[in-house]
Each structure stands twice: as structure tokens, then as C-alpha cells.
């Protein structure tokens, strides 16, 4: 099944790290989306006088504590950041992590590639399908939100970088998928993209899955300028995971096409015996950090 990690509509708690120092942001604006808890992870000896490249994360509530998360894992974001910027592996950054809430799969399914799939096959793929085809997709209004509400107000508020090269937006399995359309929609705010486990088959797979194909149609259509963005990709090999390699080829091969394997721009990693979980997350995570954030 797909992972939820969905938060309790009555629990909020602030995440304890133990590296660096989170802040809660407070006085948003959710018009469009369901308030949410939006944390920002602030590097040890943080200093205003810098100025620091910021990495969007989707599933906030699963990045920092595993003592709040629905399955007791976490990626450990902090631990695994400062523990790079200690050995000087990468540049000091802030990670902002956005909460998601129980309508998760509408946020962080690309609306233009959802409103191409074929109504018959969404009522066969069970009650996430069937719930989706009957309410809105709102990744468009997510993505509206993180842009002209989220960034401008980090930007105001901490001692940031704001051009694209120095804006990150990051997830995994469905939040992967978000990421992508991200930096498809937006590619003058978001100049690099890490896809961890992108959940290309939409729903769950089988020999008449549409999916796959369309999110390459999307992808051939709207992926930005090569010498402009960095992207990486990567999947395991066991549960959903094992169903990730074969659409992964292929997109694989339109980035070679479209110019991203010159210079560096693009990484696609494979770890065999990983499962789709954020233990598996947290154990690559250094991959995609050094490969966006080397000095």
C-alpha cells in the first residue's frame, strides 16, 4: 500500500533535533489548502550575517522526530545534514518541512497528469483512486501556496539565498512526484529536485497502468532547461520500490535526451534490498545532499 504518513487533525507537536534548532512558522495563509504545521530547520551556529541555500521538504512531520511519526521512522534530516556541513562535504542550508494532512494524495499528485487519466481506470485502482476522481486535485493550489506565500515569507524572515540555484525542493514516493511538477510548473523558483522512490505509477501497477506513460508525456512537454536545474532520482528494490525501475529507465533516457547527463545535472541511483520507508530514505539521503550541495 501507499504510505500516508498522515497527520492527526488534533497533534502538532514542534519536532525535537538533535542537531541545529527548529522553528515553528506561524500567521500563514492557507486559503487555498488545509492548514498544517510548516517547520523550518535552522543549522548549529546559524548566523544571519550569511546567507544559506533552502531545501523544501514535503512530508514534514516525518523528517525530525521519530517519536511523532505514524510508523516511529524519520529520515533524521538534521543529524544527517549537520553531519555533512561538520566535514565540510556541503554547503550550511535550511530546510523548511511542510506538513501534509489526510489529503495528501490530492496535494501531491501533478494535477495535469491526473486530469489525463482515463476515468475507468481510476475506479479500478480501489478507494484512494475512486475518493481522488470524486473530490479535487489541489497540487496546482500547493504548489501556489509554497510559491507565493511559504517562500516569500522565509525569504523575509531568514537569511536565505532565494535565487533558483540556490533552491532546493525534495520528497519521496508521492512526494517525489510533487517535487518533479514543482520544478516542471515553477522553473524560474526551484533550480534543483531530489525525487527519492517517485511513485510513477500513480496508484498500483499492472499491465494497463496509463500512468507511467503519462507522467513521461508530461515530462517530455515541460521539463526545464538542462543547463539551469540539477535532478536526482533514485529506488529500492522491495515492496513498491520494485515497481519503480522500469518507468524509471525510460524517464531516464528522456533526460539523457533532453541534455541533463551533460555537466553533472542529473543522478539516478539504484539500492538494492531497499524498501519504500524512511529508514531507507534516511540511509541513502547523503546521496542527493552531496550531489546538490557539494562545495
Not at 38 to 59: A, C, T
Not at 71 to 87: A, F, H, M, R, T
Not at 172 to 189: D, K, T, V
Amino acid at each position: 500500500m501507499l504510505v500516508s504518513c498522515q497527520i492527526s487533525s488534533n497533534e502538532n507537536p514542534i519536532p525535537k533535533v538533535e542537531q541545529g534548532k527548529i522553528v515553528r512558522l506561524e500567521n500563514l495563509d492557507f486559503t487555498e489548502i488545509e492548514k498544517r504545521p510548516v517547520d523550518v530547520w535552522l543549522p548549529n551556529n546559524y548566523n544571519k550575517s550569511k546567507k544559506y541555500p533552502v531545501i523544501y521538504m514535503h512530508d514534514g512531520q516525518m523528517l525530525f522526530d521519530k517519536t511523532i511519526t505514524w510508523n516511529k521512522q524519520e529520515w533524521d534530516v538534521d543529524s544527517v545534514l549537520q553531519n555533512l556541513i561538520d566535514k565540510q562535504n556541503i554547503l550550511e542550508c535550511i530546510v523548511v518541512g511542510i506538513w501534509n494532512t489526510e489529503k495528501r494524495h490530492n496535494e501531491y499528485f501533478p494535477e495535469k497528469v491526473f486530469d489525463k487519466i482515463p476515468k475507468t481506470y481510476l475506479k479500478s485502482q480501489g478507494e484512494v483512486a475512486e475518493k481522488m476522481a470524486k473530490s479535487p486535485v489541489l497540487s496546482d493550489e500547493y504548489l501556489r501556496f509554497i510559491v507565493e506565500e511559504l517562500k516569500p515569507k522565509i525569504d523575509a524572515e531568514f537569511s536565505t539565498l532565494s535565487n533558483a540555484k540556490n533552491t532546493f525542493i525534495a520528497g519521496s514516493s508521492m512526494g517525489g512526484l510533487i517535487s518533479m511538477y514543482a520544478m516542471c510548473e515553477y522553473p524560474q523558483i526551484f533550480g534543483n529536485v531530489i525525487c527519492m522512490s517517485t511513485h510513477w505509477i500513480g496508484f498500483y501497477s499492472d499491465e494497463r497502468n496509463p500512468i507511467p506513460d503519462l507522467f513521461y508525456e508530461y515530462l517530455n512537454d515541460n521539463l526545464p532547461q538542462a543547463s539551469k536545474h540539477k535532478i536526482y532520482f533514485d529506488f529500492g528494490t522491495e515492496q513498491l520500490d520494485a515497481m519503480y525501475e522500469k518507468p524509471q529507465h525510460k524517464i531516464n533516457l528522456l533526460l539523457e535526451q533532453k541534455g541533463y547527463f551533460k555537466d553533472n545535472l542529473w543522478l539516478t541511483k539504484k539500492f538494492n534490498g531497499h524498501e519504500h520507508n524512511e529508514k531507507a530514505w534516511n540511509s541513502r539521503l547523503y546521496y542527493p545532499l552531496k550531489f546538490m550541495l557539494s562545495k
